[in-house]
């Protein structure tokens, strides 16, 4: 039997808005305006600048990686394929991913002589930024389980899922460094059926090429490597700075445990294939305050900031998705 894509799109839209509004039903809704317009404007200025310096952290490891491979399209141009492709991501199944084909397609426009150092770019960048995520959280669910007072049990679940995601990724990255050889004829034992297709033709010097440039990414460019890494690390950092300042903005104090706490559970509630986290991340949020014992009456204020930053960073991406599906943006490089 075959799924509608949309049917299935639009249940797990439903299933999304109904966690929204239980979790809403919850939380004095009324407080939305208090909280919003609560801030002043040296609090909004920091906070702006602050999401900036952390979307240009990431675009810089992106770039970085680009230059290891000898393929460096601009600063400008790459944020602003970044920021339309997260847009996309946004909105589809899982906020981790959705908008990497269009920014492999982006990239390829920029030199269709290497167009396969596209998919090498957006590849490598996704691994960083999962890997190091995988990395984070491992280390966070450990930490709860050492030292938090909630029910250690509970951990274990989500620290075995994981660790073996992030065991995965880390034995697929080695796979493509190390035994290249091996997954390419697998690959091309694969699609040996369709060998003739038209569309495949060039396929195994183009699976040559990824091979040989990862590996030459990993074992030359080490610089650029442990750079990407660093910048990884250092957007965590931030994002978790950005969560430190928002919990100052609502006056709540959390200890360190309780904070990673928070921090490992919205991450978790990201993971879920549901747009943009909806409801799942406003679920969790609500679950660990009650589960502290705080006052849920800040748990709106805190919701109400987070969703506001995320519909001004995905109208900005649409509107980047547009000009850049029409051909409009223009930078030094074009």
């Not at 002589?113 to 960083?128: C, E, M, P, Q, T």
């Not at 073996?164 to 699609?191: D, E, M, P, S, Y």
Request: overall charge positive; aromatic content about 16%; proline content about 3%.
């Amino acid at each position: 039997m075959k799924i509608n894509s949309k049917f299935l799109l639009g249940c797990v839209w439903i299933f999304a808005l109904t966690l929204l509004a239980w979790t809403l039903i919850q939380l004095p809704v009324e407080s939305i305006k208090f909280w919003i317009t609560g801030l002043d404007l040296f609090q909004w200025g920091i906070w702006g600048l602050l999401n900036i310096v952390i979307i240009a952290i990431y675009v810089l490891r992106w770039h970085v990686i680009n230059i290891g491979l000898d393929f460096i399209p601009s600063f400008l141009k790459l944020f602003f394929i970044r920021q339309a492709g997260q847009s996309i991501s946004y909105i589809t199944p899982g906020p981790q991913f959705g908008g990497e084909p269009l920014q492999i397609y982006w990239l390829w426009n920029e030199d269709t002589d290497n167009g396969y150092k596209a998919f090498i770019s957006v590849a490598l960048d996704r691994f960083f930024e999962l890997w190091v995520n995988f990395s984070v959280l491992i280390v966070g669910i450990t930490v709860l389980i050492l030292f938090s007072n909630t029910a250690v049990t509970i951990w274990y679940y989500p620290l075995i899922v994981i660790a073996l995601f992030f065991f995965g990724l880390t034995l697929v990255g080695t796979l493509f460094t190390r035994h290249a050889q091996f997954l390419i004829r697998w690959i091309k034992k694969a699609i040996s059926r369709w060998e003739n297709n038209a569309r495949l033709k060039g396929l195994d010097l183009h699976l040559e090429n990824i091979s040989s440039d990862i590996k030459k990414f990993v074992t030359q460019q080490q610089k650029a490597f442990y750079t990407a890494v660093g910048f990884s690390v250092l957007g965590w950092f931030g994002m978790l700075v950005e969560l430190g300042l928002i919990l100052s903005f609502l006056d709540i104090q959390l200890t360190l445990v309780n904070f990673i706490f928070l921090v490992v559970t919205m991450r978790l509630a990201l993971l879920l294939p549901i747009p943009g986290g909806i409801g799942t991340m406003e679920a969790s949020i609500y679950w660990v305050f009650a589960s502290l014992g705080l006052n849920t009456f800040d748990v709106i204020g805190m919701i109400a900031l987070i969703r506001l930053r995320d519909l001004i960073i995905v109208l900005f991406g649409m509107g980047v998705f547009h000009f850049l599906m029409k051909g409009s943006i223009k930078t030094p490089v074009d």
